[in-house]
């Protein structure tokens, strides 16, 4: 990101600070891009006259800037300028939106759509290939499902893929999966180009702005985009003010992934796939598909995810892997132990290794992430999406199964580092929804409190690619930080007893918004970044 041209230093003041520097805090000054000083109103006078400008907060909260810890930054940017099928209820309302993109837009190569969910309209049918071709004329089209996962595609977008048919995923009539539909997604997105594809990620980080976010963390690789998608990113984040972009570069080629200006080999290294598309990888067979025992799909061993996190811990790089599946999981698991066994579990420990998504757990996993310093880089909306009694986990696994999926509060109680992300535009960039989705799971014993979601959130992101000092308002972090309109600050938490000690004055345990399900989610006025203003919010 572009830095200010001349560091100004400004006062903060009459508002709320949450910082664990002066809990009671409602002052804070900002110099050179970090935090010179947080405090009461009495001693910001002191600062009053030395600063460049005095930002009265009129009452407003004053956060960290949260951090998303997996984004795909060009997909995003297209479902929020594109075709958003999301909202789409039942397969006919999906193909009158397919029906009228396809009119509204007689000149684009390829219509691409996303968000479509099959498993939540009544009927449980997805798109047809003979239903998308009529309903766009015979165009190509391509369609994700909303865990970008497989996908629905036209007849003339098949034309574009030599040997489609023999790829593994492809079917004659229904969504693509695997091989299939990575080779349709590769051959969609190439008809993006450069202008479309930079304007769909300045949407997508002018989005996150909006809403608090000054990080995000991009999960990129050769199955996902491209390599001039990925640098495109990294080099539009640097030229023009807006949220950070940490890259990941999901490749087994640690080299490449170097040499694209990749954190690390890690994000989106899939050990497997999704849920809803019936390819996480499990243990035990998907009780959805009677036909014949399925168990999803491997795409990594134990002894292959040995070899890249021993390869990228020689070379000073993160691994990390997609694994969602208890199986995939299980393997991360054992990769890792046998990396630990040839380089030293103090070595691997300090790498700070990731894993994404990770939702089916077991004890015995969530102890072995503690013990490996694994990363669980997580998506509460996940479960806000398709947990409970009636969602599509219960549909996938069963009640008893999908009761176990996203264990929050064991994951902290056994001391794995949590990181926050969305997976946009799988869920929307929302942070608080994010934040209320854990602290209001929808399996109570996996609840955890808005004060360590928020963490997770913040701090958690910044850690998860190895900085202690951010994420935080003290003295000496960088000045990356956000404003909210919100009503009166609480603390809540699954224990009562805990929540009322900890409105006690003498606990010093500074509020954050009330994100009961029934309140209404804060207001962002304001997006810093390196103590530069990229958002404001227009009717302010």
Not at 187 to 197: D, E, K, M, S
Not at 375 to 391: K, N, R, Y
């Amino acid at each position: 990101m572009s830095t200010p041209p001349t560091p100004r230093t400004v006062l903060l003041r009459q508002g709320e600070i949450h910082s664990p520097a002066d809990p009671f805090a409602t002052a804070m000054v900002v110099e050179a891009g970090h935090i010179a000083w947080v405090g009461s109103e009495g001693a910001a006078d002191s600062f009053a006259d030395g600063v460049d400008e005095v930002i009265d907060l009129d009452g407003a909260l004053v956060t960290p800037a949260f951090t998303d810890a997996h984004v795909h930054t060009t997909s995003t940017g297209l479902a929020l300028t594109g075709l958003d099928l999301t909202a789409a209820r039942t397969r006919g309302e999906a193909l009158t939106l397919v029906r009228e993109h396809a009119t509204a837009n007689p000149t684009d190569r390829v219509l691409l759509g996303h968000g479509w969910d099959a498993a939540r309209w009544p009927d449980r049918t997805p798109l047809t290939r003979a239903e998308l071709d009529e309903a766009t004329a015979g165009r190509p089209v391509y369609l994700s499902r909303i865990d970008v996962h497989s996908a629905a595609v036209s007849t003339p977008l098949l034309d574009l893929v030599p040997g489609i048919t023999d790829r593994p995923g492809f079917d004659a009539e229904g969504p693509l999966t695997r091989d299939a539909h990575h080779a349709v997604r590769a051959a969609a997105l190439a008809a993006v180009g450069p202008q479309q594809r930079t304007e769909a990620q300045r949407a997508a980080l002018q989005r996150a702005a909006s809403l608090g976010i000054g990080s995000i963390h991009e999960c990129a690789g050769p199955e996902i985009s491209s390599e001039d998608d990925f640098t495109g990113l990294l080099d539009l984040a640097r030229s023009e003010p807006g949220p950070r972009v940490a890259g990941y570069w999901a490749d087994r080629d640690i080299q490449r992934a170097r040499a694209l200006g990749a954190l690390g080999a890690a994000g989106d290294l899939f050990v497997d796939g999704a849920l809803g598309s019936h390819t996480a990888c499990l243990h035990e067979p998907y009780v959805d598909i009677t036909a014949a025992p399925h168990n999803g799909i491997a795409y990594m061993s134990a002894a292959e995810i040995a070899a890249h996190v021993v390869a990228c811990t020689e070379a000073g790089l993160q691994a990390g892997f997609h694994a969602i599946g208890d199986a995939a999981v299980t393997a991360v698991v054992d990769g890792m132990r046998a990396a630990a066994e040839k380089l030293g579990l103090a070595r691997v420990r300090a790498a700070r290794h990731r894993v994404e998504h990770a939702e089916m757990l077991t004890p015995e996993t969530v102890a072995a992430f503690a013990e490996f310093g694994l990363t669980a880089s997580v998506q509460p909306a996940f479960d806000a999406l398709w947990g409970g009694e009636d969602g599509m986990y219960v549909d996938r696994l069963g009640a008893e199964r999908a009761r176990t999926l996203n264990p929050y509060a064991a994951l902290l109680k056994a001391g794995v580092p949590l990181a926050f992300g969305s997976d946009s535009p799988v869920t929307p960039l929302d942070p608080w929804g994010t934040i209320r989705a854990a602290a209001f799971h929808r399996t109570p014993e996996h609840r955890v409190s808005v004060r360590a979601a928020f963490t997770a959130h913040t701090r958690g992101g910044w850690r998860a690619v190895g900085r202690d000092d951010a994420g935080i308002l003290v003295p000496g972090a960088p000045a990356d930080y956000a404003v909210w309109r919100t009503d009166e600050l609480v603390v809540q938490a699954p224990d009562d007893r805990v929540a009322r000690w900890s409105t006690d004055p003498r606990s010093g345990t500074p509020g954050l918004p009330d994100l009961s399900p029934e309140a209404q989610l804060p207001v962002c006025l304001r997006t810093v970044v390196f103590g530069q203003t990229v958002f404001v919010r227009p009717d302010e």
